[in-house]
């Protein structure tokens, strides 16, 4: 029985987490000679797009780090208007210059089971001009229920995107079927929350942990 309650809800979970019908967009044109160098430091989400139409978080930045083992990613945000977290995920560069942009992200997750302890995901540039804006995106497919989710970030180097920048930036999400009136602005009216956590937690982008 018990097993049944939590095929359900997990079932469940499924179906609210992968909502766009059919496969990730494919030929997807993405930022032509990436220089991950020029990529570095510290962006701040100014919009996004989640396709499960969650919005559980704000204040959120991302910044790259340069570690003895690699470059990694740390997104922080403040979790429910409460808790200040943050997450790292390792980059996963592209050997293949022509693919540079095509970036993964990869979580290490040690007291979880064998088979989820580390989890990959796309981490795709599809435009940016390094100094004021970029446009990121990732996709998981579930072939299950044949359905996929998205994720969009658009960063500012600023705390506020201009104008001219955000046009920019939202040129490229046609080309993944995202009409930009559904983009949710960050707020960061409110980015000292009461609760600071030091140690990474979760991502909260991409929540769903197995491939399905
Ligand atoms: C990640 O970023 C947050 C916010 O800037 C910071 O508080 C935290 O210490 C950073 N974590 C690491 C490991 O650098
Ligand atoms: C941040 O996000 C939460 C949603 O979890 C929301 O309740 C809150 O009003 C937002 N804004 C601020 C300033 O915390």
Not at 123 to 145: D, E, G, K, M, R
Not at 159 to 172: F, G, M, Q, R, T
Request: with cysteine.
């Amino acid at each position: 029985m018990l097993k049944i309650v939590s095929f359900i809800i997990c079932f469940n979970y499924v179906f609210a987490y992968f909502t766009l019908p059919g496969s990730c967009p494919e030929e997807v044109t993405l930022k032509e000679d990436f220089r991950l160098p020029d990529f570095y430091g510290k962006w701040y989400q100014s919009y996004h797009y989640s396709s499960d139409g969650q919005q559980q978080n704000n204040c959120s930045s991302l910044e790259l780090l340069t570690r003895p083992s690699g470059i990694y990613l740390n997104q922080s945000r403040v979790d429910r208007g409460l808790f200040h977290r943050f997450s790292i995920g390792k980059l996963d560069i592209n050997p293949r210059l022509e693919d540079a942009a095509r970036l993964d992200l990869i979580f290490a997750f040690k007291n979880a089971p064998r088979r989820l302890k580390t989890r990959r995901y796309p981490f795709h540039v599809l435009a940016t001009n390094y100094n004021y804006f970029a446009t990121v995106y990732t996709c998981q497919y579930s072939p299950l229920i044949d359905k996929h989710f998205l994720y969009v970030w658009i960063l500012s180097r600023n705390p506020i995107l201009n104008d001219v920048s955000k046009e920019l930036a939202i040129k490229p999400l046609q080309q993944i079927g995202i009409d930009s009136s559904k983009l949710v602005k960050d707020d960061r009216s409110k980015c000292v929350p009461k609760y600071f956590e030091d140690i990474p937690t979760e991502p909260m982008t991409f929540r769903f942990p197995v491939p399905i």
